[in-house]
Nanobody, 121 residues
Framework: QVQLVESGGGLVQPGGSLRLSCAAS????????MGWYRQAPGKERELVAT???????NYANSVKGRFTISRDNAKNTVYLQMNSLKPEDTAVYYC???????????????WGQGTQVTVSS
């Protein structure tokens, strides 16, 4: 099995910064794309940012220029540096990874348990 464990959430004032981390562990042959999604109360889960194994990135328009996604392939870890945080960034942030557990099976999507980010004064 594969587990994704997130860390780094918390309470921050508007304009502040947080860094989220997500480490994948278990039976891993390779990891394709990794990403961050978020879900605010009463809203659907939405994409925040993704990064491919080769390092190509994609961001939601609402976070471009403020958030940076990166990954350490040797550690099977993806990061989300969040700067200039706004109250509307408040949500539960979920890590996602497309993991292949062996050479013969297609990759599957795995999700972390989520970490709360609250932006408030």
């Amino acid at each position: 099995q594969v587990q994704l464990v997130e860390s780094g959430g918390g309470l921050v004032q508007p304009g502040g910064s947080l860094r989220l981390s997500c480490a994948a562990s278990g039976t891993i042959f390779s990891i394709n794309a990794m990403g961050w999604y978020r879900q605010a109360p009463g809203k659907e889960r939405e994409l925040v940012a993704t990064i491919t194994g080769g390092g190509s990135t994609n961001y939601a328009n609402s976070v471009k220029g403020r958030f940076t996604i990166s990954r350490d392939n040797a550690k099977n870890t993806v990061y989300l540096q969040m700067n200039s945080l706004k109250p509307e960034d408040t949500a539960v942030y979920y890590c996602n990874a497309e993991v292949r557990i062996n050479l013969w099976l297609s990759p599957d999507d795995y999700w972390g348990q989520g970490t709360q980010v609250t932006v408030s004064s």
